[in-house]
């Protein structure tokens, strides 16, 4: 008699007890792998988000939906996070910051919730598309302007993590010297180095940007929150704006280099023209840029999926997992967009609209200007960046015939490779950032 079991093999870095890590360069290698075996535990399952960081994993789909969907007995507020209030986490934790409250819709329930939510919507929702696209190909150009001639690019570093910066700060109405310290702080937040400077650089930038817009409103979103009917106070202002550039840029980010990833590794794709809105689709519903996230807190002791939880306890929504549930197979073929990636519920992202219009122009133009584009590396040697949040390559080499990019300003800077802008000196105006560098590249 065959008495083999048929349970998944815990994934090679995994232990084969207790709770299952999701980061590290194991995991980010081959996630599906992972989520596998976490399905094994059920709807949901216990994972380390670092050493020393314990959660719950929900990993199936109807499941983080009824999580999502249910405030009343799940809250974002993470002073409700039991571990850290008592004291249990390691002080020096990588993830512990980006979990930490902040007074913003992202961290808010209720009443206080419902407030900022609605100022966020309602400006978000002034954003004119054709203008939007209009200035995503702007931007597109000009990044293309500084490797096209060169023949080879990262379209990571070079492309996909500017164009979301670059796009955003034009969505907020940055002048050159506030825009180049918000690109610092907010791709610094990212990257890991530097991390405390660089949220310092935000906030400071932010801070600067409300007084402006304060005595000097334009057409643009800080200026339209600022006018919005719930009457932000300058330090509320701070806080949305910092939570709409953080979580707005990195996802849009990944999402624009995941894309490129699977048109240029998927023959299906071989003709990439009118193909960007699908493979943007199945980008989100089977490599989502934020592959574990949704964060909440369990506001009493509670069963849910079958287990016994305590208040305080700290759920996250398996995003990857759950958007590729076996189940839901059906599902993404038939062109379906209910997948989780702009999560659902009550925070669900206020912005889906504006980053799918910058992603589908973004790639679209890049597409047009680059049609020959081709990876330069082989697609196994590719990495991707470990973390249990968010699901990015660390980059993504190409190769083309070199271009010189039409409507290119007569007096654009000369090509050279990107440089990442610098932390400001103290007392010193910036002046040589990446976004000082688009604002004089579109003067010509």
Request: aromatic fraction near 8%; proline fraction near 9%.
């Amino acid at each position: 008699m065959d008495v083999s079991s048929s349970a998944p093999v815990p994934p090679p870095g995994c232990p084969a007890h207790g709770r299952v890590p999701v980061y590290g360069p194991e995991f980010a290698a081959d996630p599906e792998a992972y989520y596998a075996y976490l399905r094994s535990f059920g709807p949901t399952a216990p994972v380390d988000l670092a050493p020393g960081v314990p959660a719950t994993l929900v990993t199936d789909y109807q499941t983080a939906l009824r999580l999502l969907q249910d405030p009343a007995n799940f809250r974002k507020d993470s002073r409700r996070w039991r571990d850290l209030a008592e004291g249990r986490l390691p002080a020096d934790s990588p993830v512990v910051p980006t979990l930490t409250y902040r007074p913003n819709a992202l961290f808010s329930d209720g009443a206080e919730h419902l407030r900022l939510r609605q100022a966020i919507t309602d400006t978000m929702a002034r954003i004119d598309m054709r203008r939007l696209a209009r200035s995503t190909e702007q931007v597109s150009n000009f990044l293309i302007s500084q490797f096209g001639p060169r023949g080879s690019a990262d379209l990571l570093g070079d492309y996909a993590k500017q164009v979301s910066l670059l796009v955003f700060n034009e969505l907020f109405g940055c002048p050159a010297e506030i825009g180049d310290r918000v690109m610092f702080g907010t791709s610094g937040m990212f990257e890991g180095v530097n991390a405390e400077q660089a949220v310092g650089v935000l906030f400071g930038a932010c801070g600067e940007l409300v007084a402006l817009k304060r005595s000097r409103p334009g057409d643009d979103v800080t200026s339209w929150l600022l006018q919005h009917h719930a009457r932000l106070t300058d330090e509320e202002m701070v806080y949305q704006l910092a939570l709409l550039l953080a979580s707005g840029t990195e996802p849009l980010r990944n999402l624009i280099g995941n894309t490129l990833h699977r048109v240029l590794t998927d023959d299906g794709y071989a003709n990439k023209g009118g193909l960007i809105d699908e493979a943007i689709d199945d980008t989100l519903w089977e490599n989502p840029p934020m592959a574990n996230f949704a964060a909440h807190y369990s506001a009493s002791d509670l069963e849910f999926a079958g287990q016994h939880f305590r208040a305080g306890d700290l759920f996250l929504v398996s995003i990857g997992a759950a958007n590729t549930s076996p189940a839901l197979a059906s599902a993404r073929q038939s062109g379906s967009r209910a997948h989780l990636s702009w999560s659902a519920g009550p925070h669900a992202c206020p912005s889906k609209d504006p980053a799918r219009q910058i992603a589908v122009t973004a790639i679209e133009n890049l597409l047009n200007q680059l049609p020959d584009v081709v990876l330069a590396v082989p697609e196994r040697s590719l990495t991707w960046r470990p973390g249990p949040f968010s699901r990015g390559l660390a980059a993504l080499p190409t190769r083309f015939t070199p271009v010189e990019v039409a409507h290119r300003p007569a007096s654009a800077p000369s090509t050279q490779a990107p440089t990442e802008p610098v932390a400001p000196q103290p007392g010193k105006a910036e002046g040589g950032g990446r976004w000082s560098q688009f604002l004089n590249w579109l003067k010509g």
